[in-house]
């Protein structure tokens, strides 16, 4: 059954835009992200207008028309800008719909590799922070999901930084850290495997043997990432354990990476932290592309 899911998934990145700086930015990374891997690119924008009624259908045909013709020419235009520097056979996609954004990539979600969004931002119609659409698609999303800020994509200072992935100690990070080893071996690039296993500290829990624990969590890590070097020989590994808060551990990791990868809806070791409150507080702090993974 596994295997008949995997092999319905489109070789697609759906990059969402909407004429904000952050999703022209997230367009740039999709671009690349989708040559890297063989994928089309599709570059999907809503021209969605609530009315009370639906998704804005009932409005008059010439507004209806030029809603749809301002859609075209926004996914159009930012076409025009990566084929400039896009591979000359990447395929590009375009597509104006009149569903709302969220759950239009929530659909396409079901089927395609992976979805790209800005980290926030007004609009080309400015009905909306889209700060909003990535939390939603974050959260719900079937298919890995990444964020991208103002300055992120295709930035320099990134260029040969490693892979940075929360390993939380539980199957929901497996996806996670698979994602990480293959996107690091396909970039040439390193990895870091971070495990937090507190979200508090010792002076709030009293007294612990800290040493014990340490131990205890330095080889959880171990066995998750057991395998690895056999399959990703390529890739050289970093792995830090610390007692800290994930989200102060990842974000401060964060500064020598080139992309963040966590995964969602996971369960820390220690004190049972729910990783989707990470992965949500991460993907409006961290500087860097972040990519959500969540088991489909």
């Given amino acids: 059954m596994a295997e008949t899911r ?29 040559a890297l891997h063989g994928s089309t690119l599709h570059l999907l924008t809503s021209v969605a207008v609530s009315t009370g009624y639906g998704t804005g259908l009932t ?9 749809q013709a301002e859609g075209e020419r926004l996914v159009a235009e930012v076409r025009g800008q990566l084929a400039v520097s896009a591979p000359a056979d990447l395929k590009i996609t375009t597509e104006a719909t009149f569903d709302f954004i969220i759950p239009s990539l929530l659909a396409y979600s ?12 007004l609009g080309a119609f400015r009905r909306g922070l889209l700060g909003s659409v990535s939390t939603a698609v974050t959260r719900h999303a079937q298919c890995p999901v990444t ?13 040969g930084k490693p892979i940075l992935v929360g390993v939380d100690g539980t199957e929901n990070s497996v ?7 293959e996107e690091a071996s396909r970039r040439g ?7 937090s296993w507190s979200d508090t500290n010792s002076l709030e829990l009293g007294i612990v043997d800290w040493e014990a624990i340490a131990a205890d969590e330095e080889a959880l890590l171990a066995e998750r990432l057991a395998g690895y070097a056999e399959r990703y020989p390529d890739v050289e590994v970093r792995r830090i354990v610390v007692a800290n808060r994930p989200v102060r551990s990842m974000l401060d990791a964060s ?42």
């Fill in 6 to 34: 995997e092999k319905s998934i489109e070789p697609v990145v759906v990059a969402a835009v909407d004429g904000s700086e952050s999703s022209r930015q997230a367009a740039v990374w999709a671009a690349a992200e989708a």
């Fill in 59 to 67: 409005l008059p045909v010439t507004e209806l028309e030029l809603l």
């Fill in 110 to 121: 079901e089927r395609v590799r992976m979805i790209v969004v800005g980290s926030r931002g």
């Fill in 147 to 159: 964020v991208v800020h103002e300055t992120a994509a295709g930035a320099d200072q990134w260029a």
């Fill in 175 to 181: 996806d996670a850290v698979d994602y990480a080893f």
């Fill in 189 to 195: 690039v390193g990895l870091i495997a971070l495990h």
């Fill in 255 to 296: 500064a020598d990476a080139q992309q963040v990868v966590v995964g969602s809806h996971g369960r820390g070791g220690f004190t049972g932290m729910l990783l989707g409150s990470t992965s949500n507080a991460l993907i409006h702090t961290v500087e860097c592309p972040i990519t959500v993974v969540r088991r489909r």
